[in-house]
């Protein structure tokens, strides 16, 4: 009897700790401080790190300027004509094959595209298993350290996590329903971005979100389109917690689909079926109507289509800038010391990824909100969407690329591989006609 | 530390792969011990495939390997984009897979990478009575050789060399055109008159070429 007392006892200080601490200020958008302490320690144990030194084999002084190019190898990045060069002339040369092989042997050793499709490795290491991926040796002292923050992640703070996370899905889930009832009027659409908000800033602190807004001013205003890179689906959460957006998507199966059919009763997001998705023209139509309105929330689309690791910017598809509007560019980008957000989901699935996250450090990222920018005379989209993505990349600190982030899972496309054979033949034909006496 | 304990590099194997590709004090780590091989690593005369560089391989060797089982097979190697847009991905891929097999491990994986090693001069005097370094200027030779040479009969045929050209170039150049370059490039090398390069004729031909720099690719620390 005792036993099952002090259980009911715990559990009922502990639910009313929750709801004192976290899910009341959270209603309010008000901060108690606690998160912002929590940070504090965090920042000094990890950043400072006197275990990195012990842990690391020595590295010379990094070559590259910022996170993510910390090569293995000097990539020469000579183009085709420089590389080969002959003696004489520009006709074929055995040696020609040198220049293909050594550009083949450097994209094996670390090419561009692959890395971005698994989590950035750290400078550093943070105490997380996970990333402990080129440090083979570990202390004894390092190994205790380690042990104590195992406990405190997998005891402390994930129960906490779960317990907000429960909270803040049925909450969404049970007040999207309840507001839905409304007629459509400015009440209702009030008390669904309450709710929106609310829920939003509970599970956000159920991850231990610390997220910085810049630029403030710049939010994307109703009647717009907010494009972003895209990282992981916790990005949604990210940009929902300081405005409300429209989403577009497909429409899910299980406890996806059951909030997102909640979702769409309170205030009119965009949900296409699988079949529907695939006709291009269907959706950019019915995104066109959508903001035909300017009283609609904006809309929110990742034009990578997929979700890359945070060190760069793929590929945008043209498909969201053909809708037309203004495009509000905004940049997300996480700080991968205090946990990894991205889901490399070929490797994890939603469940397991969102595990990982809840039993990381912290989720800590920056949002920088970017002026306006429209489709310019004589602009197609393709251009319009190389420019806003330039804009991102400059703004976040990523690497800009040409790839498609589809090739996470496709093969390359074959007309890639011809322009090169093409350029190639320019070179060992174009210096002359054909040769019709031999040397 | 759970699974990743069974991937990780076991030293022994860290050992012989040091030994093979190259590196004549990699019996020093396990000699002097961790703190004292790090002092050693500063010395310019260990400029080999240093510790930090096989782990750093090894990390890129396993994110290949989807299946994980310790192997890669070409479809892995296909799965690099800048690979597969190479015009001659295939031949690359192609000599990493010893004579009939389909996977690699990681040490076959590194005696093909070996070969593009910088050549130190340090090296040259190095070890007279063991084998050839993997990265010798013959070796960097024998394997572009190896590229052409598609039947590896240690000939390169008139017929491989249209293959190899055809791969090179694509639809761009036509038959015609492609075979009297051919032509030509047998002509020129062919020294005994089998109307085929032999390994001796390939190394005349290319003897002034800058191979050291053309096959060589540059470690980071």
Redesign the interface.
């Given at each position: 009897m005792d036993g099952t007392e002090l259980a009911g006892q715990i559990l009922y200080t502990w639910l009313t700790l929750v709801f004192g601490l976290i899910l009341l200020p959270s209603a309010f958008g008000v901060s108690l401080g606690i998160s912002e302490i929590y940070m504090k320690i965090l920042v000094k144990t990890l950043e400072v790190s006197p275990w990195s030194d012990a842990a690391l084999p020595p590295r010379s002084a990094l070559a590259g300027a910022g996170r993510g190019t910390r090569g293995i190898i000097q990539r020469d990045e000579s183009p085709m004509e420089k590389g080969l060069s002959g003696l004489r002339g520009r006709d074929f040369e055995l040696s020609d094959v040198f220049y293909f092989s050594k550009k083949g042997l450097e994209a094996i050793v670390e090419d561009e595209v692959t890395q971005r499709f698994s989590s950035e490795e750290l400078v550093s290491w943070n105490l997380l298993t996970r990333t402990n991926v080129n440090f083979q040796y570990v202390s004894p002292r390092l190994t205790a350290v380690w042990v104590l923050g195992v406990i405190v992640r997998y005891c402390v703070l994930l129960p906490l996590r779960l317990t907000l996370a429960f909270i803040g899905i049925s909450l969404f889930v049970i007040g999207t329903t309840l507001v839905g009832q409304l007629p459509r009027n400015r009440l209702k659409n009030l008390l669904s971005e309450l709710v929106h908000l609310t829920c939003c800033r509970i599970c956000v602190r159920a991850l231990s979100g610390t997220i910085h807004y810049h630029n403030r001013q710049y939010r994307p205003q109703k009647g717009g389109i907010c494009v972003a890179n895209h990282t992981s689906p916790i990005d949604v959460l990210i940009l929902t917690t300081d405005g409300c957006y429209t989403m577009v998507g497909q429409v899910h199966g299980g406890l996806m689909g059951i909030i997102q059919r909640a979702m769409v009763k309170a205030c009119p997001h965009v949900w296409f079926e699988r079949s529907e998705m695939k006709d291009r023209h269907l959706v950019i139509k019915r995104l066109k109507e959508h903001i035909a309105h300017k009283k609609e929330l904006p809309i929110l689309i990742f034009p990578e289509g997929t979700c890359i690791n945070n060190t760069s910017v793929m590929m945008f598809k043209k498909g969201s800038f053909e809708i037309g509007g203004t495009i509000h560019p905004v940049a997300i980008k996480y700080n991968p010391q205090f946990g990894d957000a991205f889901w490399n989901s070929s490797k994890y699935n939603i469940v397991s990824y969102l595990l990982r996250v809840m039993t990381s450090w912290a989720i800590v990222c920056d949002v920088w909100y970017m002026p306006p920018m429209t489709r310019e005379e004589g602009e197609d989209a393709v251009q319009f969407a190389n420019r806003v993505k330039s804009a991102i990349a400059v703004q976040g600190g990523l690497t800009e690329l040409p790839w498609d982030g589809g090739l996470k899972r496709a093969k390359v496309k074959d007309a890639f591989k011809e322009e090169q054979q093409k350029n190639y033949s320019k070179m060992i034909v174009g210096n002359g006609s054909l040769k019709s006496e031999l040397d | 530390?759970?699974s990743?304990a069974s991937t990780?590099?076991r030293d022994e194997e860290l050992e012989e792969i040091k030994k093979e590709t190259g590196s004549a004090s990699g019996f020093l780590l396990h000699e002097l011990g961790?703190d004292n091989y790090?002092n050693s690593?500063?010395h310019p005369s260990t400029r080999e495939v240093s510790?930090?560089?096989i782990?750093?391989?090894y990390?890129?060797f396993t994110?290949?390997d989807k299946g994980e089982n310790g192997t890669l097979s070409r479809e892995d190697?296909?799965?690099?984009?800048?690979?597969?847009?190479?015009?001659?991905?295939d031949r690359?891929i192609n000599?990493f897979f010893p004579e009939g097999e389909d996977q690699v491990n990681f040490r076959g994986f590194m005696r093909t990478?070996a070969h593009?090693r910088p050549i130190e001069d340090n090296e040259k005097s190095k070890d007279v009575n063991g084998p050839e370094p993997l990265n010798s200027r013959s070796n960097k030779l024998h394997?572009?050789f190896r590229?052409?040479d598609l039947d590896k009969d240690d000939k390169i045929s008139r017929d491989e060399l249209l293959q190899?050209?055809r791969m090179?170039?694509?639809?761009?150049?036509s038959d015609?055109?492609l075979g009297?370059?051919a032509?030509?490039?047998i002509?020129?090398?062919d020294q005994d008159g089998d109307s085929a390069?032999s390994f001796t004729e390939?190394v005349k031909?290319?003897e002034?070429?800058d191979?050291e720099q053309?096959?060589?690719?540059?470690?980071?620390?």
């Open positions: - | 530390m759970g990743r990780l590099l961790e790090q690593l500063s510790h930090s560089q782990t750093r391989l990390s890129r994110s290949l190697f296909q799965r690099i984009p800048e690979l597969a847009i190479n015009p001659l991905g690359i000599a990478l593009f394997f572009a590229l052409y190899v050209l090179m170039v694509g639809v761009n150049i015609e055109q009297s370059i032509d030509r490039t002509q020129e090398a390069i390939f031909v290319l002034k070429v191979v053309k096959m060589s690719i540059r470690f980071l620390h």
